[in-house]
């Protein structure tokens, strides 16, 4: 090839790798995910700028099929809820992408350059408020259900990947089934997910059937007014 060519056909090449990797990891138009569970819809509100890493990640999350599988609620409290942990221990495992290392994106008011004691305080004055979600490692992600009285937001990795919006919180979140505990909080009664890693669903369905889960999340252009109640 001559060098005009070749400069145009490595242009080509860049240029289709790109897209390849706006069209995995998103856009900055993607901004909003619907995610329908087995008590109705909620929102999420995406901050790309603030997390992109994991805006990213749930991103990926979200167009793999991740939540269609079933994503159980397994830790419900007067806090938070978390959520992420699914079958792990299979052949051919279809989100083994999702399960590579990434770089968790660092608090919005954390400051390497200066004393960890000044920097600690500032970050203990923006705990995460009502509606946060954020990611918090691998597939794992948490959503608060109050604001302040917690540390959640305060670590140097704490950083919110965005929030649910409308009234997502009042007619669907804050009426998931608690009545289990969870192995976390209740000292090994409830929904284990060391055990969601082995078994995934089947292993809810079959000793914890109340537990609400999420059962799709898809990208959406803007909020609605009006979302759908199971």
Same mark, same amino acid.
């Given at each position: 090839l001559s060098g005009s060519a070749s400069a145009q056909l490595t242009k080509g090449l860049l240029e289709a790798a790109s897209d390849e990797e706006t069209a995995n990891s998103g856009t900055d138009d993607d901004r909003f995910v619907r995610c329908s569970t087995s008590k109705g819809d909620f929102e999420v509100e995406l901050f790309?700028?603030?997390?992109?890493?994991?805006?990213?990640?749930?991103?990926?999350?979200?167009?793999?099929g991740f939540f269609d599988q079933g994503i159980?609620?397994?830790?419900?409290?007067?806090?938070?809820?978390?959520?992420?942990?699914?079958?792990q221990k299979r052949s051919n495992d279809p989100f083994q992408s999702l399960r590579q290392p990434w770089?968790?994106?660092?608090?919005?008011?954390?400051?390497?350059?200066?004393?960890?004691?000044?920097?600690?305080?500032?970050?203990?004055?923006?705990p995460w408020t009502?509606?946060?979600?954020?990611?918090?490692?691998?597939?794992?992600?948490?959503?608060?259900?109050?604001?302040? !009285?917690?540390?959640?937001? $305060?670590?140097? @990795?704490?950083?919110?990947?965005?929030? +649910?919006?409308?009234? *997502? #919180?009042?007619?669907?979140?804050?009426?998931?089934?608690?009545?289990? !505990?969870?192995?976390?909080? $209740?000292?090994? @009664?409830?929904?284990?997910?060391?055990? +969601?890693?082995?078994? *995934? #669903?089947e292993y809810i369905r079959r000793e914890f059937p109340k537990t609400d889960y999420i059962s799709h999340c898809e990208v959406i252009q803007s909020p609605s007014s009006n979302t759908k109640k199971i």
């Open positions: 790309p700028e603030q997390s992109p890493n994991g805006c990213r990640q749930f991103l990926n999350m979200v167009r793999a159980a609620f397994f830790r419900v409290n007067k806090v938070a809820i978390q959520l992420g942990a699914d079958q770089d968790i994106d660092p608090n919005p008011y954390h400051d390497p350059n200066i004393p960890k004691e000044e920097s600690a305080k500032i970050r203990s004055l923006h009502r509606g946060t979600i954020a990611m918090i490692g691998g597939l794992q992600m948490v959503i608060t259900r109050v604001s302040g !009285g917690h540390p959640m937001g $305060t670590a140097p @990795q704490d950083s919110p990947l965005g929030r +649910i919006v409308g009234d *997502g #919180m009042e007619r669907v979140l804050d009426h998931l089934y608690d009545g289990y !505990g969870n192995a976390i909080d $209740t000292k090994g @009664q409830g929904p284990d997910q060391i055990k +969601i890693f082995e078994e *995934g #669903m």
